[in-house]
């Protein structure tokens, strides 16, 4: 799907620095909702950004551990039936016959609400009792190729270059070469995009790339990460308190504030060398 479909103009009413107001036209990012349904049943609804909604889908699957592997998905399609044959925004995913279905385990229900009662330590070892703690050793990325990232990152993120208004998620080789940039109105749909990808060109587990986040890392985020198999994980800004206690249970490296050639390791800092 091309920029443009992600892409929207409005009329504005703006004030130069000489307080003159001028009415102009603005460029804004779209936000539409997506619904995703697993065998024809909806589990969600995810404001979003139109593009790579497939990719959104298989990638919040996969984080969510409703699916496992490649051969879980039988095919991932716009509906074309009822209402929703209307509308570019229902997913539907087929899953194959062997795989079972319980709405019940969707963390993000259970894990995102305040009122649940959990602890931050009950919920991590709660997830590590379906994803067990990386055991990726060895690798090593240095300052140097990380300092860059930023920087293509940006360059890459077009949408944002025209609106100025959503997150980029991106996947890089220990090298500093860009695999693939994913941008969204949500910080966590970029995410799974960029997830979502892998999975479907069977790249999974990225088990040695890096996850470039344009905002800051939340623990959602280190939880979808460790998902999908990723050992090292770069925000732009801050990191939560429980995304650095997370990142250090599960033998993921966090990196903050990278930018502007300084960056904060939290968490294994082993795999950064200079």
């Known amino acids: 799907m091309s ?27 779209i936000e539409e909702p997506l619904e995703i349904r697993v065998r024809g049943r909806g589990i969600a609804v995810t404001m979003r950004t139109p593009g790579h909604d497939y990719e959104l ?3 919040f ?28 925004n229902v997913v539907n995913a087929f899953l194959s016959p062997g795989v079972e279905f319980d709405e019940e385990k969707l963390t993000r229900h259970v894990f995102a609400s305040s009122s649940c009662g959990l602890c931050g330590k009950a919920t991590i070892e709660s997830i ?18 990380l300092s860059k990232l930023p920087t293509t990152l940006a360059e890459n993120q077009t949408v944002f270059g025209t609106t100025g208004g959503l997150h980029g998620a991106a996947i890089f080789d220990l090298s500093g070469n860009l695999i693939v940039l ?5 910080r966590h749909n970029a995410v799974d995009k960029v997830v979502g990808y892998g999975f ?19 623990f959602e985020i ?7 198999g990723i050992p090292i994980v ?31 390791v939290y968490t294994h800092e082993g795999r950064i060398s200079q």
């Open 3 to 29: 920029d443009e479909s992600s892409i929207t103009k409005r009329p504005v009413l703006k004030f130069t620095k000489d307080g003159k107001p001028e009415t102009v036209t603005d460029s804004l990012v």
């Open 57 to 59: 889908t298989a990638g």
């Open 61 to 88: 699957l996969l984080t969510e551990q409703i699916i496992k592997n490649f051969a879980d998905v039988m095919e991932i399609e716009h509906c074309q039936r009822g209402e929703a044959a209307d509308t570019q």
């Open 128 to 145: 590590h009792q379906s994803v067990a703690a990386l055991e990726c050793d060895g690798l090593q990325v240095s300052t140097n190729v």
């Open 182 to 186: 994913r941008e969204d109105v949500g």
């Open 200 to 218: 479907q060109n069977q790249l999974l587990p990225y088990h040695s790339q890096i996850l470039l986040i344009s905002g800051r890392a939340s």
């Open 222 to 228: 280190m939880q979808k990460a460790l998902v999908a």
């Open 234 to 264: 770069a925000a732009v800004s801050a990191p939560s308190s429980l995304a650095i206690d997370f990142a250090k249970d599960s033998n993921q490296t966090l990196i903050g504030f990278l930018r502007d050639d300084r960056m904060n």
